[in-house]
């Protein structure tokens, strides 16, 4: 009896010191996961920082309005600075430079995700002005993503707009209301 105890308790020391060895391993892995999160986060927020700025530069008839761009890795708050690092604050953009801003931001999220998501946009040139419209026919319709697809009203993608864009569509639907249905 004495021997299968003594047996026992080896075994049972062994099962413990495997155990104890094996959280160790957890534990060391979690430190390197988190190091390792941290060093791709700081990386993937530079490369998204990078990205916003040069959309935002693509679609923006202000080439120097935002110069560079912090993202927090925390709390994932953006602050746009200017020339000078002088710190813009969104509220002093027009609100076709918001719109921009939110383009921009999208662009370089899909871009710096490397996925191949569509954009959808509801009327995406309410607030824009003409250079501003003629950017995103040119820069961001044919170029932010694989698919985008544009929910319009009929001022806003005219016959002449939708010439510009009829190589870059794949399909187009005209809604129309009708009152009695």
């Given at each position: ?7 026992r308790a080896w075994k049972e020391l062994a099962q413990a010191a495997g155990l104890e060895l094996q959280v160790e391993r957890a534990a060391k892995t979690q ?151």
């Amino acid at each position: 009896d004495l021997a299968r105890d003594s047996q026992r308790a080896w075994k049972e020391l062994a099962q413990a010191a495997g155990l104890e060895l094996q959280v160790e391993r957890a534990a060391k892995t979690q430190v390197i996961l988190d190091q390792y999160l941290e060093r791709i986060t700081t990386r993937k927020m530079s490369e998204l920082q990078d990205q916003f700025v040069k959309y935002f530069k693509v679609l923006a008839r202000k080439q120097h309005l935002v110069q560079s761009v912090y993202i927090d890795p925390q709390t994932f708050q953006v602050t746009l600075f200017g020339e000078n690092q002088v710190v813009i604050p969104k509220v002093d953009l027009s609100a076709g430079e918001k719109q921009l801003y939110a383009m921009a931001l999208l662009w370089a999220l899909r871009t710096v995700s490397g996925r191949t998501l569509p954009i959808i946009m509801d009327t995406p040139m309410g607030r824009l002005d003409t250079d501003h419209r003629q950017s995103l026919l040119e820069n961001f319709f044919p170029g932010a993503a694989h698919q985008v697809i544009i929910l319009s009203t009929d001022t806003e993608i005219d016959t002449i707009t939708f010439g510009h864009l009829r190589d870059e569509i794949s399909h187009a639907y005209r809604l129309e209301f009708n009152e009695d249905k």
